[in-house]
């Protein structure tokens, strides 16, 4: 397994944005990866936030739809979640994920607080 590096989180009041970073490793960033965000909140089970397929699709749980999107930049070899309209209930721990090769490859995650 390779370390992945997330950034990004912290607090932010409700109806705000926050953009999550997380560095690659050259050696597994690639197109044809899987590539995601997952996320997980006090007392819950790790849950999908959003993904980029193998094919480069991207997935979308239901109830970020419309408020995130994940993108990345193959010259930095950064994922980026950009949260907008953020709730409460995104509170949680943001973990990146790389699949390659049939390895899984997780960050140490970076915590993101929605509250007033």
């Known amino acids: 397994q390779v370390r992945l590096v997330e950034s990004g989180g912290g607090l932010v009041q409700p109806g705000g944005s926050l953009r999550l970073s997380c560095s690659v490793p050259?050696?597994?960033?690639?197109?044809?990866?899987?590539m995601g965000w997952y996320r997980q909140a006090p007392g819950k089970e790790r849950e999908l936030v959003a993904s980029?397929?193998?094919?480069?699709?991207?997935n979308y749980a239901d109830s970020v739809k419309g408020r995130f999107t994940i993108s990345r930049d193959t010259f930095t070899n950064t994922l980026y979640l950009q949260m907008n309209s953020l709730k409460p209930e995104d509170t949680a721990v943001y973990y990146c994920?790389?699949?390659?090769?049939?390895?899984?490859?997780w960050g140490q995650g970076t915590r993101v607080t929605v509250s007033l």
């Open positions: 994920n790389v699949q390659n090769s049939g390895s899984v490859n």
């Open positions: 050259q050696s597994i960033f690639s197109r044809h990866n899987i």
């Open positions: 980029f397929t193998s094919g480069g699709g991207t």
